[in-house]
């Protein structure tokens, strides 16, 4: 059974930064993708961003597109979402997720979930 933690989140201001980290246990992590989702109040939860299970393929939502980087470290069993330029928009509970295969595109199953955290942008 795979357990992620999710850390990283805050209160951030308008044009600021955050960095979130994933770190997986219980799974092959280098075996399969891995990806950030989140869910802001009253709004269904959407696809953030995606990595493949050797980092060298990178999907992103295009609300965030330029402005988000993803990442991982196998050695480390840990995924990070780098986020720049933040918007009130951006606010919401930031979620880990694994899914079933290699690619972590928008279209893939996504069976594992972290318990979120929380990215307050204030203006």
């Known amino acids: 059974q795979v357990h992620l933690v999710e850390s990283g989140g805050g209160v951030v201001q308008v044009g600021g930064s955050l960095r979130l980290s994933c770190s997986a246990s219980?799974?092959?992590?280098?075996?399969?993708?891995m990806g950030w989702f989140r869910q802001a109040p009253g709004k269904e939860r959407e696809f953030v961003a995606g990595?493949?299970?050797?980092?060298?393929?990178?999907w992103y939502a295009d609300s965030v597109k330029g402005r988000c980087t993803i990442s991982r470290d196998n050695g480390k069993n840990t995924g990070t979402l780098q986020m720049n330029n933040l918007k009130p928009e951006d606010t919401a509970v930031y979620y880990c997720?694994?899914?079933?295969?290699?690619?972590?595109?928008?279209?893939?199953?996504?069976?594992?979930w972290g318990q979120g955290t929380q990215v307050t942008v204030s203006s």
């Open positions: 997720a694994l899914p079933k295969r290699a690619h972590a595109d928008p279209s893939a199953d996504f069976d594992s």
């Open positions: 990595i493949s299970r050797d980092g060298g393929l990178t």
């Open positions: 219980g799974r092959t992590f280098s075996s399969i993708g």
